[in-house]
């Protein structure tokens, strides 16, 4: 199977790819990212040897370039990872979230439709149905209600993904899974930042009163999860994808504290954020139902993985966190992009 993979260069379309390639189950992914501040070729460095992996730096809103791709390619799917994927940029300035992810989902949507690709897995988020009151669980009918330019982004390019299946019977699905956690998560959101700080000795910082509960899914689970869907996952489907671990977010907080050996005193409390949703939760029953998919790390397990490799990756933190993996770029892959 070959694959266009947007996005790749970021923490879940690289482990992604990763697997794709190590695991065999497909022979070709070519890569097409922009290499904004969360897209590190490093990520990808276990596969860059492979035989099958391609880069294409190139921004996913250039649609002449990526109807060019996509023809030169022929690929048998795109799965479609690339967004600017963080809710508190997405509130300081909302206008790259939307021209990326709305727009850019629309360019590609176009250009697979022009070229016809067989295939179109779209990777959306929990986040599309807001703040979800106790006790219920949302499912695929659940009422779209976004709370950020992010949220609203992503509900947005979901409908316009869909609609490419009703309008033109292009063969698209679409996943929303939930937070995800893992090695290679750029230390902005909250288990890699948390982690990253404690390890460093610096401030926690805790939004509001920090009982905000997310589910948690190990960025593994998630990815062999899209797999399934590309593979059975029916034309013009909505798949939740989550981990069955519901936690609010201070508990997760001291679960780091507890699993790096840093002091509760290291928690500061800071204003909420604006329209923060205070609980997501979402059921697997339809993905697990048609496929058998099941989340298999267990949380705790998982983060003190995730631990170890922060404590073992300091100087990818720190490089990703200056730019320096440009560099790493240029000197690495330079011949390898158009
Ligand atoms: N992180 C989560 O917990 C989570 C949960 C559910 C869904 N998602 C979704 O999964 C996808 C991947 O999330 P992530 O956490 O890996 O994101 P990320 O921020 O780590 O990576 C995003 C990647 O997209 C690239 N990119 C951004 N704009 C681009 C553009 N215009 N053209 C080409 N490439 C561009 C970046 O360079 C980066 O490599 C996103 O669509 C996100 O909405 C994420």
Redesign the pocket.
Known sequence: MKLIV????????SCFVRMMLSEGMAAKAVV?????Y???LENLTPVAGHPGFTFEH????DEARMLALFEAERPDAVVH??????VDRSIHSPAPVI???FV?TFSLLEAARRAGVPRFVH????EVYGSIPEPFDADENYPVRASSPYSAS?AGSDLLALSYFTTYKMNVSVT?????YGPY??PE?LIPLMISNALEDKPLPVYGDGRQVRDWLFVEDHCRAIYTVLQNGRPGEVYNIGGNCSLPNLDVIHRILKATGKPESLITWVQDRPGHDRRYALTNEKLSRETGWAPRMDFDYGLAMTVDWYKNNQGWVERVKSGEYHKFYDLNYANRAT
């Open positions: 947007t996005g790749a260069a970021g923490f879940i379309g097409v990212d922009s290499l904004t969360a897209g590190n190139a921004n996913i809103c990872f690339a967004a600017e994927s963080h021209q990326t992810n850019g990777i959306s988020t929990d992503k929303r899974a939930s937070n995800n998560q750029f959101k």
